[in-house]
């Protein structure tokens, strides 16, 4: 029931096929000026006429002049008529682009009833006339349900359809002609033109107009013109009903939201309401063919209908929604009705489909990677290797889907072999308008879903007021999916009853539109007339439809304000074991066995026998393995490769990815080794650790910031038992994907109860780079943080401090290889999950003093949020310290340096390792320690940058619990405040960071 059926139905109740030459009238005088995209040119593959491959038309000629019958008539017509004495332009005119839907045999084609050059030549343009109709067809099909505005911005008729464009007039239009056999002709070798126009019309120029041809693979053409001819059954008529009865649903629930909550905002369906019915069979017929998981994202135009309707949430949870009250066992800060996600199972045709729908912001588009990134999670954790069981489902709207960069970016995951999900369905609800703006000022293409095509996905543009066409492109959509394995739009053009929002005057700025709205009637109007019309129902069957869905309703309604949430509601499927913020979770050690670090170490330091391994990275693999045999000088590639080993061969799935993660930026982590002599032959030391070991994915991601993260947020969020890592190129890169950080990263949990363990690794450090390479920007994580500045938690002893499962993300700047494998390791040994930020280093990957050993990661070892001063010399003599400094990160080691080189002895120096939540017990501790210090707070970054307004007031709080500090502030060493965040002068670089080192020493 999919194509033809839709073709043919829709031109039925669309237009009447009439001659082209009227059919076409109309179109002419309208006043819209738009743009017309340019016609697909043939490819070299194309069977029957290539305008462009002279290579071609020259080899067809010298066939033809060694034996003319060896050729195709056409091209032989051709050669014969310029023989006589024709010019080109008089024998062959540059068509749109020509390919036949079917491979053309030339001994399938009839020769021509009467066998003359003219006649020869007007088969060739018939043949041409068809691929027109082919290319373009759409884009003369009856799409808008308003009649104002063409879907492509253009009213003009494409040339190419027009007869005269091909010298024909009304009178050929009874001529016979040869013709390729199509499925759409039945094969037929013959027609009269005014048939072959009728049918090509029906097919191509209805309520459905698909764009498809410029397809590169002729076979998957063919796939859909054969659907094409196979579909051409109509709905059965309990078929009919269910579609109705979806329909009036959808119409129903808008009709009491409107009648209950006059004044509230809810972003409805209307003027789209037949994307309720379309959704619903899609689902029916993917659960046919397999389909068990969906991954839905979605903006706020039509959510709340979509949650009822489809997923099947229940009325009172929605209604209760209206109130906007959070109850006291209710945790987070809400967010509005129409951000909100849900899971849930729906029985389809007597098959179990899980729902998930991804709660997400208002910032458009911004939850597509996290859709992609949680299917292809899904599709690993099920066993999902043809990735039909798993499906993910975008809606977008029209505005937004050509305007917004994510989209792009995400779209540029589809066919990554780290990335990729079996291809994703885009639902585009086409409102014709963005906002308040029209979208002849909006887009630059034709088409909003022109993007598309880059991925060689169909596109199926459908008048949203014919509800069989919009089930029929939504179920051909499924079909192409689970067929293909590729991505596919379908393209709903509809309107938007109201303005942006109930409450907005859309008439403002689309005056003329919305007077036409107020005159078309609602979608369900159309198709009951159109099935009391067959016979199908009566008013009766309306009346009792439209009497229990409010019935429903409104006993829902009532029994709104009883209603209590079940928890497994937020906390279900695999995450409904860990714990809450209101709960207390334990705090474990992290450290590993030194038998299984040492195999860990040897197996990341060696390359299997035969394996070419690049010249200079003997030498990296060499100083690794005697780390690791001595247990000492253990560099941070090795430590993180211990850390990841280590989670692998306790069965917990390690996944890296960010640009150029596999060598590292720095070239330091070499983690996909590369034969030098065979090419494409490569070796992964991390997944050779084991038989039983989980799977370790390390990928470069392509050149995006914005989609890959989303893409592993999404991830991270379908199972607990995973450690997913993005990292960025350079720690600056990041702010390309601050809508993920700010929107989904550092607030998800708070507004929709949603934990993730992602973690992110920013490079971070000023090494005289520039404003580009130096910092990650930890200020802007440090100032999104919940962690409050004068609140000294009252419990930090090991047993029952909760801190970081009470705070919403953490920031970490280790200084030591050892505890950046805690810091790893924790993310998984941790009855929550929280997202980490870590600033890695650069320098430091190679520093004779980032070093650490064995025992330093061994059993009973975890994390240090904070390392004090460890020179023993200065401890032994606490009264002789004039001055505590505290810093972070790789100031450190030039601190240390300058203390060493100047031999001084009074000044003590303590590293903060996890900046968020703030250690206040071990920073007030350690000042007690020093009681005749002066504290100094010591960073690279300058003032306005950095950790500095961050941790001042909450030295000063800790500070206050002292013994001999209460009172005092923290004094300020570092460089001065800059608009850009570091200089890009060497020298200059050199002299500030000589003049902080020396503040903070003398």
Request: charged content about 25%; hydrophobic content about 35%; aromatic content about 8%.
């Amino acid at each position: 029931m999919l194509l033809q059926s839709l073709f043919r139905h829709t031109a039925m109740c669309g237009r009447v096929c009439a001659p082209l030459s009227v059919a076409l009238q109309g179109r002419k005088g309208s006043t819209v000026v738009g743009l017309r995209l340019m016609s697909s040119q043939p490819s070299p593959n194309e069977m029957f006429l290539s305008g462009s491959s002279t290579a071609y038309i020259e080899s067809q000629r010298e066939m033809w002049e060694q034996d003319p019958s060896s050729v195709h008539p056409s091209w032989k017509s051709m050669f014969e008529l310029e023989a006589q004495g024709y010019g080109k332009g008089q024998t062959y005119t540059s068509p749109p682009g020509f390919v036949p839907a079917t491979p053309i045999a030339s001994s399938s084609v009839a020769p021509a009833a009467t066998s003359s050059p003219k006649n020869n030549l007007d088969h060739i343009k018939v043949e041409r006339l068809i691929r027109a109709y082919e290319v373009r067809g759409h884009a003369i099909s009856d799409l808008d349900p308003l009649g104002i505005l063409s879907a492509d911005l253009d009213s003009s008729i494409p040339p190419e359809l027009s007869l005269d464009y091909y010298d024909f007039t009304d009178a050929d239009l009874d001529r016979t002609f040869t013709i390729a056999p199509r499925p759409i002709f039945n094969n037929a070798s013959s027609m009269k033109l005014r048939d072959i126009i009728d049918t090509l019309q029906a097919t191509h120029c209805g309520k459905v107009g698909l764009e498809y041809m410029f397809i590169q693979e002729r076979d998957l053409v063919f796939w859909l013109m054969e659907k094409v001819m196979k579909a051409n059954e109509p709905f059965s008529h309990d078929k009919k009903k269910r579609i109705l009865s979806d329909l009036l649903s959808a119409h129903a629930f808008e009709d009491f939201l409107k009648a209950k909550y006059v004044s509230e905002k809810r972003f409805g369906i209307e003027g789209c309401e037949s994307l309720i019915p379309g959704m619903k069979s899609m689902f029916e017929t993917g659960a046919k063919e397999g389909l068990e998981y969906v991954v839905l994202g979605m903006p706020h135009r039509g959510r709340l209908n979509v949650l009822y309707n489809v997923m099947q949430k229940r009325g009172e949870m929605i209604f209760k929604e209206f109130h906007s009250k959070l109850e006291e066992h209710e945790e987070g800060s809400g967010d509005v009705k129409y951000h909100l996600g849900m899971s849930s199972d729906v029985e389809l045709d007597g098959k179990s489909v899980h729902l998930s729908l991804m709660a997400n912001p208002s910032h458009l588009e911004a939850v597509d990677p996290l859709v992609l990134g949680k299917s292809r999670a899904e599709q690993e954790l099920r066993g999902d290797a043809d990735r039909k069981n798993v499906l993910p489902l975008i809606l977008h709207g029209d505005a937004a889907f050509a305007g917004q960069g994510v989209v792009y970016e995400s779209l540029g995951l589809a066919n990554l072999p780290a990335y990729t999900t079996g291809g994703c369905i885009h639902l585009v609800v086409n409102n014709q308008i963005g906002f308040t703006t029209d979208p002849r000022k909006s887009r630059s293409s034709p088409y909003c879903t022109d993007l598309a095509k880059m991925l060689g996905a169909p596109i199926f543009h459908v008048n949203g007021d014919d509800v069989e066409a919009v089930v029929r492109c939504c179920d051909a959509a499924m079909q192409w999916r689970q067929y293909t394995g590729r991505d596919v739009v379908v393209d709903i053009v509809c309107y938007r009853r109201h303005g942006h929002n109930e409450a907005d005057q859309p008439s403002f700025t689309q005056p003329l539109m919305y007077k036409k709205i107020e005159k078309q009637p609602p979608t369900k109007e159309f198709y009951i007339k159109q099935l009391k019309e067959e016979g199908i129902i009566d008013q009766s069957f309306v009346d009792k439809e439209l009497s229990d869905f409010n019935d429903t309703l409104l006993a829902a309604y009532n029994n709104a304000h009883n209603y209590v949430q079940p928890l497994q509601e937020t906390y279900g499927s695999r995450w409904k074991n860990f714990q809450r913020w209101i709960d207390r979770a334990e705090i474990f050690d992290t450290g590993v066995d030194t038998q299984k670090l040492e195999h860990i170490g040897k197996v990341f330091s060696s390359v299997p026998e035969g394996f070419n391994v690049h010249k200079a990275l003997k030498r990296v693999l060499k100083n690794r393995m005697t780390s690791v045999e001595n247990g000492e000088g253990l560099d941070w590639a090795t430590a993180e490769a211990m850390a990841f080993g280590s989670l692998l061969m306790e069965g917990i799935h390690v996944r890296l990815s960010g640009q150029d993660v596999e060598r590292g930026t720095f070239s330091h982590r070499h983690h996909i080794l590369h034969d030098q002599m065979e090419d494409g032959v490569t070796y992964t030391p991390l997944s050779n650790l084991s038989d039983d070991q989980a799977v370790y994915s390390v990928s470069n991601s392509h050149l995006s910031e914005y989609a890959v993260l989303g893409f592993e947020l999404g991830y991270s969020m379908a199972s607990p038992d995973a450690l997913v890592l993005w990292e960025a190129q350079f720690g600056d890169f990041h702010n390309t994907a601050q809508a993920i950080i700010d929107q989904f990263i550092v607030s998800g949990e708070q507004k929709w109860q949603r934990q993730s363990g992602i973690t992110l690794l920013l490079p971070h450090g000023f090494e005289g780079m520039g404003p580009e390479h130096s910092s990650a920007r930890v200020e802007r994580f440090l100032q999104m943080t919940n962690d409050c500045e004068d609140y000294y938690p009252p419990t930090m002893q090991h047993s029952a401090r909760t801190q970081v499962q009470n705070c919403n993300i953490q920031v970490l700047n280790c200084t030591t290889p050892a505890n950046y494998f805690h810091a790893l390791r924790r993310q998984i040994f941790r009855e929550f999950r929280k997202p980490a930020i870590i600033m890695s280093p650069k320098s430091l990957l190679r520093h004779p003093m980032c070093r650490s050993s064995l025992s330093d990661i061994a059993p009973n070892t975890r994390f240090r949020r904070f390392i004090p001063e460890e020179d023993q010399t200065i401890l032994d003599n606490p009264d002789n310290v004039k001055r505590l400094i505290l810093c972070s990160g790789r100031v450190y080691f030039d601190l240390v340096k300058r203390r060493e080189e100047e031999g001084i002895k009074d000044i003590a120096i303590g590293r903060i390792e996890q900046i968020s939540p703030f250690p206040f017990d071990l920073v007030h501790r350690h000042a007690d320690d020093f009681p005749n210090a002066s504290i100094v707070w010591c960073q690279e970054e300058p003032r306005n940058n950095g950790p500095w307004t961050y941790v001042s007031p909450r030295i000063r709080t800790a500070l206050s619990k002292t013994t001999h500090h209460q009172g005092e502030e923290p004094k300020y060493t570092g460089r001065d405040s800059y608009a850009s965040v570091a200089t890009g002068d060497k020298t200059r670089h050199k002299a500030e960071e000589e003049k902080f080192i020396r503040d903070a020493l003398d």
